[in-house]
T-cell receptor
């Protein structure tokens, strides 16, 4: 299947710091999604992106759809302890029915 | 509006036993799918369905069966459980309209096969 390369694999940051993570692919996607997964829970959709170059915010979260259609970025500003979790990217191509997922970025926020 | 629901939340099976993981959605989505999540492996697609009566295999379908008799329900059957099927299973349903694709996940079923 399609591989989405997500980095970094894990992050340990101080509360209040900004966070940046990204997802890259060798293939073009028409949709990029970002999810957060808390321990013992299912992934929760944070942001959906549908146009190349699109920049979308959801509170302290901002995500961008890369202009090449092969990447996407998620930024979290002024991190707080409840930001702890695993963040996943997902891509969708109009030519198929499947969503493809990155392997996740584990975020730890140190109070 | 409950979204995507899954039962049971936890299950322990012995090798060789069979069971069905239930999934239901109330959003009238045509597209539903099953994933398994293992440490370091991310989410891997087992089976998916683009509508009632239509199912297809994903990346890791062996040992699993699905059916889609209604839009709302998409059960996953383990035919003869093996320890390699110990995992967390997520059901998801999706909006499949071009330019609006999103996918919503259930809370998961944690399965241990002894």
């Amino acid at each position: 299947g399609q591989q989405l390369n997500q980095s970094p694999q894990s992050m340990f940051i101080q509360e209040g710091e900004d966070v940046s993570m990204n997802c890259t692919s060798s293939s073009i996607f028409n949709t990029w999604l970002w999810y957060k997964q808390d321990p013992g829970e299912g992934p929760v959709l944070l942001i959906a992106l549908y146009k190349a170059g699109e920049l979308t915010s959801n509170g302290r979260l901002t995500a961008q759809f890369g202009i090449t259609r092969k990447d996407s970025f998620l930024n979290i500003s002024a991190s707080i302890p409840s930001d702890v979790g695993i963040y996943f990217c997902a891509g969708h191509q109009n030519t198929g029915n499947q969503f493809y997922f990155g392997t996740g970025t584990s975020l730890t926020v140190i109070p | 509006n409950a979204g995507v629901t899954q039962t049971p939340k936890f299950q322990v099976l012995k090798t060789g036993q069979s069971m069905t993981l239930q999934c239901a959605q109330d959003m009238n989505h045509e597209y539903m799918s099953w994933y398994r999540q293992d440490p370091g492996m991310g989410l891997r697609l087992i089976h998916y369905s683009v509508g009632a009566g239509i199912t297809d295999q994903g990346e890791v379908p062996n040992g699993y069966n699905v059916s889609r008799s209604t839009t709302e329900d998409f059960p996953l059957r383990l035919l003869s459980a093996a320890p390699s099927q110990t995992s967390v299973y997520f059901c998801a349903s999706s909006v499949d309209r071009v330019g609006e694709e999103t996918q919503y996940f259930g809370p998961g079923t944690r399965l241990l096969v002894l």
